[in-house]
T-cell receptor, first 110, second 112 residues
Framework: GQQVMQIPQYQHVQEGEDFTTYCNSS?????IQWYKQRPGGHPVFLIQ?????EVKKQKRLTFQFGEAKKNSSLHITATQTTDVGTYFC??????????FGAGTRLTVKP | DAGVIQSPRHEVTEMGQEVTLRCKPI?????LFWYRQTMMRGLELLIY????????DSGMPEDRFSAKMPNASFSTLKIQPSEPRDSAVYFC??????????FGQGTRLTVV
């Protein structure tokens, strides 16, 4: 079945450095979603990408969906301590069941 | 709307006991998901409902797990009997037409 693989598992950066997490699927995805989970919290929706090659920005966050709709990335420019948390991508295995990647845990050293 | 509401927030129970987790989705949402989160296995989808009907329960680990959604505003996840390896954070999430999912605060279950 479809699996969503996410790398890296952990990333530690100095405040001000950039950060990128990557998501790859073995099959074509109809869409991909990104979530952020703060330590001790619950996943919070960030964005959904649907179109091939789509790029969306939210302030310092840039989301991309690959041309083949099998991969995606989240890039954070100039990280801040408020960016700390685990970032998950999620893709549907069939039509409606969102399966989550393992997540990338980001820590930021001030 | 208060968002997705889960209860209890924390549950500590002894092995062999029955555990019932509860979820109230956001009003008007037609999808409801139950996830389990552990360090080892990450966020696993256990089961999801569409318009109160279970669509896919292939993620339910064993027959000890069961879930129901008797109406659009309530769902339960039951574990009977519970085992220590069931210890995890259980999240309920709901969405409208499977767009963004809104997660509850989660129930932290500890089975001793």
């Amino acid at each position: 079945g479809q699996q969503v693989m996410q790398i890296p598992q952990y990333q530690h950066v100095q405040e001000g450095e950039d950060f990128t997490t990557y998501c790859n699927s073995s099959t074509t995805l109809s869409n991909i979603q990104w979530y952020k989970q703060r330590p001790g919290g619950h996943p919070v929706f960030l964005i959904q990408l649907v179109k091939s090659g789509e790029v969306k920005k939210q302030k310092r966050l840039t989301f991309q969906f690959g041309e083949a709709k099998k991969n995606s990335s989240l890039h954070i420019t100039a990280t801040q301590t408020t960016d700390v948390g685990t970032y998950f991508c999620a893709g549907p295995r069939n039509n409606n069941d969102m399966r989550f990647g393992a997540g990338t845990r980001l820590t930021v050293k001030p | 709307d208060a968002g997705v509401i889960q209860s209890p927030r924390h549950e500590v129970t002894e092995m062999g006991q029955e555990v019932t987790l509860r979820c109230k989705p956001i009003s008007g949402h037609d999808y409801l998901f139950w996830y389990r989160q552990t360090m080892m296995r990450g966020l696993e989808l256990l089961i999801y409902f569409n318009n109160n009907v279970p669509i896919d329960d292939s993620g339910m680990p064993e027959d000890r797990f069961s879930a129901k959604m008797p109406n659009a505003s309530f769902s339960t996840l039951k574990i009977q009997p519970s085992e220590p390896r069931d210890s995890a954070v259980y999240f309920c999430a709901s969405s409208f037409r499977n767009t963004e999912a809104f997660f509850g605060q989660g129930t932290r279950l500890t089975v001793v």
